[in-house]
């Protein structure tokens, strides 16, 4: 049974750093690619960053520079390391995977960015 977990949310003053983990189990996560969404109550979840399997990675802009994506195959995890915190970044994020051809979502872990 796959499963993902977000973790590494917290409240954050603006300008700080966190970095999330996504830790999957029951997949092998070097075979697959992985992308990281936010959402704000009432709003579409947003697409952030994506890195693929050889480690490519796409950044949406309003996170280019400031957030960095990236994998670690031994662990299993994908994390996502966000630095230059704004409050507009405050959501839920999520990570996910596509696998057998369906989404694979976590529950997700809240960042909050306010002084």
């Known amino acids: 049974q796959v499963q993902l977990v977000e973790s590494g949310g917290e409240l954050v003053q603006p300008g700080g750093s966190l970095r999330l983990s996504c830790e999957a189990s029951?997949?092998?996560?070097?075979?697959?690619?992985f992308d990281w969404y936010r959402q704000v109550p009432g709003k579409q979840r947003e697409l952030v960053a994506e890195?693929?399997?050889?480690?490519?990675?796409n950044y949406a802009d309003s996170v280019k520079g400031r957030f960095t994506v990236s994998r670690d195959n031994s662990k299993n995890t994908v994390y996502l390391q966000m630095s230059d915190l704004k409050p507009e970044d405050t959501a839920t994020y999520y990570c996910?995977?596509?696998?057998?051809?369906?989404?694979?979502w976590g529950r997700g872990t809240q960042v909050t960015v306010s002084s």
């Open positions: 029951g997949m092998i996560i070097r075979f697959e690619d």
């Open positions: 996910k995977t596509l696998l057998a051809r369906r989404d694979y």
């Open positions: 890195i693929d399997t050889r480690g490519n990675t």
